[in-house]
Nanobody, 116 residues
Framework: QVQLVESGGGLVQAGGSLRLSCAAS????????MGWYRRAPGKQRELVAT???????TYADSVKGRFTISRDNAKNTVYMQMSSLKAEDTAVYYC??????????WGQGTQVTVSS
């Protein structure tokens, strides 16, 4: 099993920045990729960014050029630097880990609120 703990959410003005962190513990050697998802009020959960075990990244079109996902393997932590935040980025952000056996694990979520 893998445990994921997110942190770094909060309230920020439009145009501002936040950095989310996701600390992984447990069977971290079995993690293949990690990512961030978000769910805005009244909307479905959407993929924001992913990073593979080799460091390859993908981004949703809506955040390209504004968000950067990275990982620190020594700390078993994935980060997402969010800049030029917009009101539409307001959501609960969830960290996700995909294991090599196909299992998924989720964090508890962290609220990001962008005021316009």
């Amino acid at each position: 099993q893998v445990q994921l703990v997110e942190s770094g959410g909060g309230l920020v003005q439009a145009g501002g920045s936040l950095r989310l962190s996701c600390a992984a513990s447990g069977s971290i050697f079995s993690i293949n990729a990690m990512g961030w998802y978000r769910r805005a009020p009244g909307k479905q959960r959407e993929l924001v960014a992913t990073i593979s075990s080799r460091g390859s990244t993908t981004y949703a079109d809506s955040v390209k050029g504004r968000f950067t996902i990275s990982r620190d393997n020594a700390k078993n932590t994935v980060y997402m630097q969010m800049s030029s935040l917009k009101a539409e980025d307001t959501a609960v952000y969830y960290c996700n880990a995909l294991l090599r056996n196909g299992s998924w694990y989720w964090g508890q979520g962290t609220q990001v609120t962008v005021s316009s």
